[in-house]
């Protein structure tokens, strides 16, 4: 079978970038490793060289999912004006996830009601998740100058656009999202020249 330091970082990467496609399309259930062995085209000991555990390729799973979250934001905010723009790029990056036909909703959301009150390690990673977000927007908010319970919201209106946008497939929710945000920020003194609609 082989151990985990025989494979290198490519082949890891690649067995996880399966796995990922696997848990979206069938939740961590499905993470069977022969199946994502079929999925990222590995020999199934590679699989389990790799992770050993069903809970192992999970773990590997919203740990990618959370860097991607944190890039992908990252880029989103590339360009903005200032600190409220940039809290309504969040939304906007959110809006642009949702419009991917693959995407079936939050995985943290969807690992932690999965199995969070049975894996310690899938609700710490959802809490990690979700602390990152609200910490974000924190900061985001401070440099806007905005109330930490607006931040508080925010956060929120991320929460729940992800669950909405999952039930419903739809982008909607991200732009009622968005609004509810601009307006809320728009009860505070705004810069000179923000648009936030």
Not at 112 to 119: N, S
Not at 156 to 168: D, N, P, Q, S, Y
Request: aromatic residues 6%; hydrophobic residues 45%.
């Amino acid at each position: 079978m082989g151990t985990a330091a025989e494979h290198g970082p490519q082949e890891r990467a690649r067995i996880v970038d399966a796995a990922e496609r696997v848990f979206t399309a069938e939740g961590a259930t499905g993470l069977d490793a022969d199946v994502v062995a079929i999925a990222g085209d590995a020999d199934v000991s590679t699989v389990r060289a790799l992770f050993p555990e069903r809970i192992d390729i999970v773990v590997a799973v919203l740990r990618h999912r959370h860097e991607q979250w944190t890039t992908d934001l990252a880029r989103a905010a590339v360009g903005t004006a200032d600190a409220r723009d940039e809290i309504l790029s969040v939304f906007a990056h959110l809006e642009t996830t949702f419009r991917d036909e693959a995407w079936t909703g939050c995985a943290f959301i969807n690992g932690y009601g999965e199995l969070g009150r049975t894996e310690p390690r899938v609700a710490a990673l959802a809490h990690e998740h979700l602390r990152g977000i609200e910490a974000h927007l924190h900061v985001l908010a401070r440099r806007a100058g905005l109330p930490t319970a607006v931040a508080d919201a925010l956060s929120l209106l991320v929460a729940g656009a992800k669950v909405e946008a999952a039930i419903h497939r739809t982008t909607q929710p991200a732009r009622s999202a968005r609004l509810a945000a601009a307006t809320l920020m728009g009860a505070y003194a705004t810069t000179r020249g923000t648009d936030f609609i």
